[in-house]
């Protein structure tokens, strides 16, 4: 464990600054009526194709998707026998700029763990903001240490 690193977006691979364009990309989709929140998201799979996602709310208030959770889900729907290898996560906020890369909510770790459950493999995780910084993770056991899985099951 402790595989976090802080970097620059200068820093990154070819293929991860791809991966983070495609999800900055994405928050140009995103649908955010009530928070004007805008979170984009892209996964790269095994066989490396390159899926995003974005955030989807409702005017009943619980019923909003984050952005990571509409590409892991995407990707689970539609390539089902392909990984998740990497996942990037990016926010704008139109009402105040996000000096610090956007970190995801407990239920989207969760579900990133899940993931990494069925796929037997990590999921390389890069948070992106409104600057240049960037944090990696190896796997969701960074941000999501002790946590529930099919083990207990
Ligand atoms: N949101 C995400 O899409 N991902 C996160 O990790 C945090 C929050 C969305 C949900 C909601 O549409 C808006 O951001 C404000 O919470």
Request: charged share 20%.
């Amino acid at each position: 464990m402790n595989s976090v690193k802080h970097i620059k977006y200068s820093e990154l691979s070819l293929l991860d600054k791809a991966l983070i364009d495609k999800a900055v990309a994405m928050t140009d989709a995103a649908y955010a009526p009530y928070s004007g929140f805008l979170v984009g998201a892209a996964v790269q799979l095994s066989n490396g194709m390159v899926l995003g996602g974005c955030n989807q709310e409702n005017a009943s208030y619980p019923l909003c998707m984050c952005g990571e959770r509409v590409a892991l889900y995407n990707a689970a729907a539609n390539y089902p026998t392909e990984s998740v290898v990497t996942l990037a996560i990016v926010a704008r906020n139109p009402k105040k700029k996000l000096t610090q890369p956007v970190s995801p909510c407990g239920a989207c770790r969760q579900v990133i763990a899940e993931y990494e459950s069925r796929y037997g493999s990590d999921i390389r995780i890069i948070l992106k903001g409104e600057t240049e910084d960037i944090i990696e993770f190896e796997s969701i056991k960074e941000l999501l240490p002790y946590g529930f899985d099919d083990t207990f099951l």
